[in-house]
């Protein structure tokens, strides 16, 4: 199925491949955080495991260490799925309930934010009678090209809010950062929009996509 606004099977394949470079290009913008996602339950799980073996203790002390361990573990899994059902999400359009598909992306976001030391703040009040016909993965590298783009760009703001509403047979999220973000990120979320036909507008500090409500 093609993306909403490509027509015909040439310009669905140009479109579909414009998504799919896109999505690389974003993922290569979440190494940092994501290593960093990795990286933190990893070294709790070596330093337990070291502690362990240095220290012993009684089966209840080793048994709440070996929580700890499997606490982390789940933490990795968690995020290696997020990143996993991005990468791998076909690119077709779905009808989808708005405020779902905005909670998902910006709880990957947040997944991979912290390295970023980045406060995210939301407020969904689309309402759960608000559908959208998209592809949902083109929602998720728009918003995710504002908010995580490689260390330097996206919002360098310490605090950032995300609302969704509608207006005029428009679901909307706005993203609301002190501060201008930098060119360049701003240039790739306005590509994704167009390749998957919704709109993006920004002016100044405020930047909003916009799609039309599914009845």
């Known amino acids: 199925m093609s993306a909403p606004g490509i027509g015909g099977d040439d310009r669905f394949v ?4 414009a998504l799919e470079d896109l999505r690389l290009e974003t993922l290569g913008s979440l190494l940092p955080g994501l ?7 990893l070294s709790a799980i070596l330093g337990t495991i070291e502690f362990v073996n240095e220290i012993g203790g009684d089966a209840e002390s080793v048994k709440t260490q070996l ?16 990143v996993s059902n991005f990468v791998s999400e076909p690119l077709e359009r ?6 779902a598909l905005v909670e998902e992306s910006v709880h990957l976001a947040q997944t991979v934010v912290v390295s970023r030391a980045i406060e995210i703040t939301t407020q969904y009040k689309a309402g759960d009678d608000t559908f959208v016909e998209i592809v949902p993965n083109a929602v998720k590298q728009a918003i995710l090209g504002l908010l995580l783009w490689a260390p330097g760009s996206g919002f360098t703001a310490s605090a950032v809010d995300i609302s969704t509403f509608v207006e005029a047979g428009e679901a909307i999220v706005r993203v609301v950062a002190p501060g201008n973000p930098p060119a360049r990120p701003l240039a790739l979320t306005a590509q994704v929009a167009a390749v998957g036909g919704f709109r993006f507008v ?10 039309a409500t599914s009845a």
């Open 94 to 99: 779905r009808r989808l309930v708005f405020d």
């Open 67 to 82: 929580h700890r361990i499997q606490d982390c573990a789940l933490e990795i899994r968690g995020t290696s799925k997020l």
């Open 35 to 41: 290593i960093h996602e990795i990286n933190n339950p």
């Open 14 to 17: 140009s479109g579909e491949r």
């Open 202 to 211: 920004h002016t100044g500090n405020v930047a909003e996509l916009r799609i």
